[in-house]
């Protein structure tokens, strides 16, 4: 079975400061990784993915993710954040041709 | 672009009774998911469907059943609401295995 920690239920920051959200997983086999962001009020919407390939994955709206087997991570990271970027942010992960198992989510509270 | 819709965005029931909760998705999508969230748990699946009146168990099915009789609807029933199903519902569909899922607004339940 295969489990997803998110380690930051909640991160504030100022506006234009860097973020890192924080994601670890547990799987026995190799998986596909995902970021879902939600607005306020809304459904979850793809950030990005790792499928395979480059273990830099660039995202919508500036951000990226870096896959690191060794340490079993896909931390989630914006060099600038907004106002806008203000959300709930979800890892997610997908063992095979198995279901996503999500996080807890972490809240990304921008500050001015 | 991709829609999916929820029949409701607020529902509030009473413990007993029926519920049921509605999901359509206008890009004929072969996967339809129906995810509870709750905070600091993330989604949890509680069942999916990989075909008309095809579905399969997710992670806690206990208290709830779907039916798919047409492509584009997939619908999660409460046979008889709990306090503890008070939660906010998400439905999601997919193309294929690897593709991304798209999720509708939610739907915030709530059962006095």
């Known amino acids: 079975a295969q489990s997803v920690t998110q380690l930051d239920s909640q991160v504030p920051v100022f506006e234009e400061a860097p973020v890192e959200l924080r994601c670890n997983y547990s799987?026995?086999?190799?998986?596909?990784l995902f970021w879902y962001v939600q607005y306020p009020n809304q459904g979850l919407q793809l950030l990005l993915k790792?499928?395979?390939?480059?273990?830099l994955v660039k995202g919508i709206n500036g951000f990226e993710a870096e896959f690191n087997k060794s340490q079993t991570s896909f931390h989630l990271r914006k060099p600038s954040v907004h106002i806008s970027d203000t959300a709930e942010y979800f890892c997610a992960v997908r063992p095979g041709s198995n279901m996503l198992t999500f996080g807890g989510g972490t809240r990304l509270m921008v500050k001015p | 672009d991709v829609k999916v819709t929820q029949s409701s965005r607020y529902l509030v029931k009473r413990t007993g009774e029926k519920v049921f909760l509605e999901c359509v998705q206008d890009?004929?999508?072969?996967?339809m998911f129906w995810y509870r969230q709750d905070p600091g748990l993330g989604l949890r699946l509680i069942y999916f469907?990989?075909?008309?009146?095809?579905?399969e168990k997710g992670d806690i099915p206990e208290g709830y059943s779907v039916s798919r009789e047409k492509k584009e609807r997939f619908s999660l029933i409460l046979e008889s609401a709990s306090t503890n199903q008070t939660s906010m519902y998400l439905c999601?569909?997919?193309?294929?295995?690897?593709?991304?899922?798209?999720f509708g607004p939610g739907t915030r339940l709530t059962v006095t």
């Open positions: 469907s990989y075909d008309v009146k095809m579905k």
């Open positions: 790792y499928l395979s390939g480059s273990t």
């Open positions: 799987s026995s086999v190799s998986v596909y």
């Open positions: 999601a569909s997919s193309y294929g295995e690897l593709r991304e899922q798209y």
């Open positions: 890009m004929d999508h072969e996967n």
